[in-house]
C-alpha cells in the first residue's frame, strides 16, 4: 500500500461547479498536511495546509478525518484557473519528518 | 536570488553519460529534497536531506544515482552512465524545519533531463 493515495483523475467538471479531492494515508501517526497544486509543466506550489479543525481559504476548504486517515480538498465555484493537479502532502514520522507525495489529482474546469 | 535555484534548466545528453544536476536551497533552509517527475507521472521521492543527519537515500532507483550537500546548502545530484528511462523533470526543494514536522516546501523550476 502507498503511503499517500489518491485518484488520479481526471475530474471534470464545469465553470461553477462544486468538486472535492480526497487522499488516504497510511502512518496513523502522520501529523502534518498539506494539499499543492501544480499546473502543467510547473513545479509544485503550496496551496493550504490542513488542520485538525478544517480550515478554509476563500474557496477552498480543507479537512482533516484522522479517524479514518484521510484528508479532502473542496473547491466551491471552480474557475477554469483551478485547472491543475491536486497533490495530498503527508509527513512521514521519523527519519527526520520527511514530507511524502501523493500521485495528484488532476481537475479540468470546462466553460 | 530568493527562492531555489536548479542548474542547468535543460539538459540533453548521450545515453552512457554522467550528469551532475545542481539544486542552490534557499538561504537557511535546513532540509532539501530531490524528486523526479516523468511526464504525467506524480512526484518520485529520491532523497532527502536534514541538517547534519545522515541522508535518506530510500528513494534512489538504482546505484547509478547519487547526491550529495555541501555545506549544508548546494546539493548536487549525480547520475552515472544514465540511460533513456532517467528522462524526466528532476525537481529540488527545501523549508526551513522548526522540529514540528512538515513545514512548506519551495520547490525549483527543475532540470529537464533528455537522454538521448
Known amino acids: 500500500r502507498k503511503e499517500v493515495e489518491q485518484d488520479p483523475g481526471p475530474f471534470n467538471v464545469p465553470e461553477g461547479a462544486t468538486v472535492a479531492f480526497n487522499c488516504t494515508y497510511s502512518?496513523?501517526?502522520?501529523?502534518?498536511f498539506f494539499w499543492y497544486r501544480q499546473d502543467c509543466r510547473k513545479e509544485p506550489k503550496l496551496l493550504m495546509s490542513?488542520?485538525?479543525s478544517g480550515n478554509e481559504d476563500g474557496r477552498f476548504t480543507a479537512q482533516l478525518n484522522r479517524a479514518s486517515q484521510y484528508i479532502s480538498l473542496l473547491i466551491r465555484d471552480s474557475k477554469l484557473s483551478d485547472s491543475a493537479t491536486y497533490l495530498c502532502?503527508?509527513?512521514?514520522?521519523?527519519?527526520?519528518?520527511?514530507?511524502?507525495f501523493g500521485g495528484g489529482t488532476r481537475l479540468m474546469v470546462k466553460p | 536570488g530568493a527562492g531555489v535555484s536548479q542548474s542547468p534548466s535543460n539538459k540533453v545528453t548521450e545515453k552512457g553519460k554522467d550528469v551532475e544536476l545542481r539544486c542552490d536551497p534557499i538561504?537557511?533552509?535546513?532540509?532539501l529534497y530531490w524528486y523526479r517527475q516523468s511526464l504525467g507521472q506524480g512526484l518520485e521521492f529520491l532523497i532527502y536531506?536534514?541538517?547534519?543527519?545522515?541522508?535518506?537515500k530510500s528513494g534512489l532507483p538504482s546505484d547509478r544515482f547519487s547526491a550529495e550537500r555541501t555545506g549544508g546548502s548546494v546539493s548536487t545530484l549525480t547520475i552515472q552512465r544514465t540511460q533513456q528511462e532517467d528522462s524526466a523533470v528532476y525537481l529540488c526543494?527545501?523549508?526551513?524545519?522548526?522540529?514540528?514536522?512538515?513545514?512548506?516546501?519551495?520547490f525549483g523550476s527543475g532540470t529537464q533531463l533528455s537522454v538521448l
Open positions: 502512518n496513523s501517526a502522520s501529523q502534518s
Open positions: 502532502v503527508v509527513n512521514r514520522l521519523g527519519a527526520g519528518n520527511m514530507l511524502t
Open positions: 526543494a527545501s523549508s526551513l524545519r522548526t522540529g514540528t514536522g512538515g513545514e512548506k516546501l519551495f
Open positions: 538561504s537557511g533552509h535546513t532540509a
Open positions: 536531506f536534514q541538517g547534519n543527519s545522515a541522508p535518506d
Open positions: 490542513v488542520y485538525s
